[in-house]
């Protein structure tokens, strides 16, 4: 395929934003079309979660991009998981090991702007906001848009056309049935509700700045990220229906006894509880799965589009950010002949997808039930022991996932391994000093290759 005169990206979300910008440095001329307004300088909800996590894979992505330094001073370092138990007491759990093992609390409108405006800058990417996709002609490669700004419909040719619209993305609605693809997205059965806690009169942050709070009680829990202006913003994960469910907490009475039952001391940071719980929306979960991500050489899906997950692992926005770096590294190495980097990026790709969306799934487990279990720590200590003894070999899969760009799909096999290894070395122990060392080194020497890969680092 010869070099396209123009993109087309429908979505001007994280994920787009960023591939406006990369394509733009590469001196491509890219039409990204949004249907909502403008966010900048306005206050337009980003949709979805306040605030999210950032992490290496999304570091070194915004980092190729030219982005970092922008970025830098939009973050809040986070530590590690601070667990709040019913009665108040709190447990502080490391993520990492080293100084610069943490993830990062991000404003996700803050972001998305820098990275409109940065695509902007390039005088080469143009966003059009309220212009909505409504459908797609493959025959003639047209899409249908509507211009909201006065409901006029307009149809654009779209030589090559990127689908970055997030998991609802209608392009991949339009594609699939075109190709005979496979759509196998599937909702979760648990929500989620986004609530506030304040800063205090100084204007600063009521628990500690520096961790992601957990409130895990089993079947759902809540969580808090530190936003810059000393606020938390709260979630709410709990199930639709059942005992308890988001269905059972119909009106302030039934909201404010459950949390003073479940989580007395995060409701009294909340002071407008009831309140915000009716007024902000619930959101709904899932995870996206599809096959192909590309038709021919015209239209491809990336982000969420094709993959979204659930939100456990903090990892679907820096999944979609190493999403444009790979791409952009495939149009490197085919001399951006478009046609073979979609191919090999539909080729390649989808496997380290399914093993994140596997892993965000599991993951939800881990933070609201399994972090409470003395034996989780246990294991947890004993992996960090056996990174810093072999660290060519043992990487938590937290730490492969968060801190390394090693594929996820191998940072999945690979944690299955050392899994089985915990396992094997924590049977009938108690505490890390009565775990035999001797035979862990056998284990790991006998079961887990070398890391060959330079992206472990
Ligand atoms: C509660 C929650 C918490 C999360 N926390 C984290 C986290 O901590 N870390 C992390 O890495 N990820 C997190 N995620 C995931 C992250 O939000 C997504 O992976 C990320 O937003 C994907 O970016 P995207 O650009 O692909 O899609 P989106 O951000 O959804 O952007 C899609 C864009 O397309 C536009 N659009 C949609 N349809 C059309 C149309 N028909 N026409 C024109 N425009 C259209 C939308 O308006 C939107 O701007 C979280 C998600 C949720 C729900």
């Known amino acids: 395929m010869k070099r396209p005169e123009l993109i087309t990206i429908v979505g001007a979300g994280l994920v787009g934003s960023l591939l406006g910008v990369m394509l733009g440095k590469r001196g491509y001329r890219v039409q990204i079309f949004e249907h909502r307004p403008d966010m900048r300088g306005q206050h337009v909800a980003a949709g979805k979660s306040i605030n999210l ?43 990492g090991q080293r100084p610069h093992e943490v993830i990062y609390s991000v404003s996700r409108s803050g972001l998305n702007e820098l990275m409109l405006t940065a695509a902007e800058d390039s005088k080469r990417v143009e966003v059009l906001f309220e212009h909505e996709l409504d459908s797609i002609d493959f025959d003639s490669n047209t899409i249908h848009l509507t211009d909201m700004k006065n409901s006029n419909p307009i149809a654009v040719t779209a030589e090559l056309l990127i689908g970055a619209d997030g998991a609802g993305s209608r392009v991949r609605r339009s594609l699939l049935p ?173 496997a380290d997808a399914e093993a994140i969306a596997d892993m965000a799934l599991e993951n939800y487990i881990t933070m609201r039930d399994s972090v409470l279990d003395p034996r989780f720590g246990l294991k947890k200590k004993l992996g960090f022991q056996l990174e810093l003894a072999y660290p060519a070999q043992f990487i938590p899969r937290y730490s492969m996932v968060m801190f390394h760009r090693i594929p996820y799909s191998q940072a999945k096999q690979r944690g299955v391994i050392q899994q089985g290894i915990l396992d094997e070395l924590t049977v009938g122990v108690d505490s890390i000093d009565q775990v035999d060392m001797l035979r862990a080194g056998q284990l790991v020497q006998q079961r887990l290759e070398l890391l060959s890969d330079s992206k472990s680092g």
């Open 53 to 95: 996590a950032l992490a290496e894979r999304g570091i070194h992505a915004l980092k190729q991009a030219g982005l970092m330094e922008a970025v830098q001073p939009l973050l809040i370092p986070m530590r590690g998981r601070m667990l709040h138990d019913v009665d108040g007491r709190t447990e502080f759990q490391a993520y």
């Open 178 to 350: 075109f190709v005979n693809g496979l759509d196998r997205s599937e909702l979760l059965d648990h929500d989620y509700k986004e609530l506030t806690i304040p800063p205090n009169a100084q204007g600063l942050h009521q628990i500690d700045r520096e961790s992601l709070h957990i409130w895990p009680r089993g079947g759902y829990m809540l969580i808090a990220l530190p936003n810059l202006d000393g606020s938390f913003t709260v979630t709410l994960f709990l199930q639709k229906q059942g005992t308890p469910s988001f269905a059972e907490l119909d009106d302030r009475q039934s909201v404010q006894d459950f949390f003073s039952r479940q989580f007395p001391d995060a409701m009294e940071l909340i002071p407008n509880l009831a309140d915000e719980f009716f007024e902000n929306p619930t959101g709904i979960l899932g995870t996206v799965r599809c096959d192909p991500w590309i038709d021919q050489d015209c239209v491809m899906l990336i982000g969420d589009a094709s993959h979204a997950i659930v939100p456990f692992h903090g990892q679907g926005m820096n999944a979609g950010f190493e999403d444009c770096e790979l791409l952009v590294g495939l149009l490197d190495q085919f001399q951006d002949d478009w046609s073979s980097a979609m191919q090999e990026f539909n080729r390649s790709r989808p």
